[in-house]
């Protein structure tokens, strides 16, 4: 089975899976569709297991065909991106600016080292022979937020506006930095050559500066090419040559494509949206690209639903899967907490802000991309065949399968909670001063 016939038969299992979900379920669709895969690949497993039918090696197969790696990094990424990126508001990301800075690079930072001191620790302590640089490369992967799994579930729940601005803007800018630590860690674990200070900045400057230059310049060329034109449907389609070639191309200049992505999605849905765009093509741009995106959404989350029909398990790996969950939401809890006592000392934020960043910073197909990018046969135990990849792939992906499942799924009454929140600040903050008391002598 080609590639092509593949991803036909995966998108349409996914909207079969969001059709009757909208029927009978009434679940977030993304969830719905994560559910419903690791479902389906449960009932293989166990089917196959127990002599009921043999789908396993067909549906591993079938999974396995699909480069996860390229398919998202190298391929839809840029699509959910830029269309996460259309829907920024620029005035509130303005006003968020510092929050989402410190938010993107020092939290990131902090739950990297947090996430691999703790778990070096516990590996000891269990008995794993697993190596501190292996355990922060775990914490540099799953400690970004995932941008494409905000946007499809936290994003739609209507939250207050100053902490969606801030979840959406950390997760939409915090890749550039993530992959820069990633990256680094990674030269140090697999690499012939330690990283130098100067080598890390260049790298900073060239993957996440440049991808912001670049992102800035592909915006403009294109706003220009729009303005060029009053046929609608011509102003839709060259919005596709940004997540295209655009796309492909920052990956020639060897700069940020994620970060590009946002900055030409930012451009194009506060600049160009109003000015280059024909009356009829502005009201079909959000329309458009939702569409696109629910599309990609929906294949991408089939296939992390799927993922486990490719993992061995051993009692290693359970113990350390079990572990991680609460480590990762610890780490995050800290990094937000530790962010916010100094955000509380210039501006007063909603009381539910830390818990819905903490419970809305979810993760999903970037972290497992990354993962699958770690090099197998490097071992850990090798009596059992255990190496690095498959300990950190699988602690990766029950943190998103947490994430997706239980997290984005349990969010909304703390958002119901922050929205009665916020309107009893506004009531608070609309009361006039009694001056019943103020009298004339």
């Known amino acids: 089975m080609s590639v092509y016939q593949t991803l036909c038969f995966l998108s349409a299992a996914a909207m079969l899976i969001a059709f009757i979900n909208s029927k009978i379920g009434k679940m977030q669709t993304t969830i719905a569709i994560t559910a419903g895969a690791m479902i389906l690949s449960l009932m293989i497993l166990i089917g196959g297991q127990n002599g009921w039918f043999d789908l396993t090696g067909v549906a591993s197969k079938m999974v396995a065909n699909i480069n996860f790696e390229d398919f998202l990094l190298k391929g839809i990424l840029g699509f959910l991106l830029f269309a996460g990126g259309l829907g920024i508001k620029l005035p509130h990301l303005k006003d968020q600016r510092w929050e989402i800075t410190v938010l993107a690079l020092g939290a990131t930072l902090f739950s990297t080292f947090f996430i691999g001191a703790v778990l070096y620790g516990f590996c000891q302590f269990i008995g794993v022979p697993f190596d501190l640089i292996y355990c922060l490369l775990f914490g540099a ?21 100053r902490i969606s601005t801030q979840v959406e803007g950390e997760s939409l800018f915090n890749d550039g930095f993530g992959l820069v630590i990633f990256v680094t860690l990674y030269t140090i674990a697999f690499g012939n050559e330690a990283p130098s200070v100067t080598g890390v900045s260049l790298l900073f400057l060239q993957e996440a500066v440049g991808g912001i230059v670049y992102g800035f310049l592909l915006g403009l060329l294109f706003h220009y090419l729009i303005s060029a034109t009053d046929d609608h449907s011509m102003e839709l389609l060259l919005t596709i040559g940004i997540p295209t070639a655009g796309y492909a191309f920052a990956d020639v200049l060897h700069v940020s494509g994620p970060l590009s992505m946002v900055v030409s999605g930012i451009m194009i849905g506060n600049w160009t949206r109003y000015i280059g765009f024909s009356k009829e093509s502005e009201e079909h741009l959000d329309h458009f690209w939702e569409l696109v995106d629910e599309f990609l959404n929906g294949v991408l989350f089939l296939l992390i639903g799927m993922s486990m029909l490719l993992f061995q398990f051993h009692e290693e790996d359970w113990i350390l899967m079990a572990f991680s969950i609460p480590l990762v939401l610890g780490a995050r809890y800290l990094s937000v907490a530790l962010s916010y006592v100094g955000f509380k000392r210039y501006r007063r934020y909603n009381p539910w802000s830390i818990r819905i960043l903490t419970w809305g910073g979810l993760r999903g197909g970037l972290a497992l991309a990354m993962a ?54 506004a009531n608070k903050d609309s009361t006039p001063t009694d001056i019943s008391s103020d009298k004339t002598e």
Do not use: C, H, R
């Open 141 to 161: 992967l799953i400690s970004p937020t995932d941008p494409i799994a905000v946007l499809a579930i936290v994003k739609k729940l209507d939250a207050p506006e």
């Open 372 to 425: 699958l990018s770690i090099p197998a046969g490097v071992w850990v135990i090798e009596d059992k065949l255990i190496d690095v990849k498959e300990i950190i792939l699988v602690m990766t992906y029950s943190v998103v399968v947490f994430s997706i499942l239980i997290q984005g799924s349990t969010i909304t009454p703390m958002i119901e909670k922050a929205k009665l929140a916020e309107k009893n600040m």
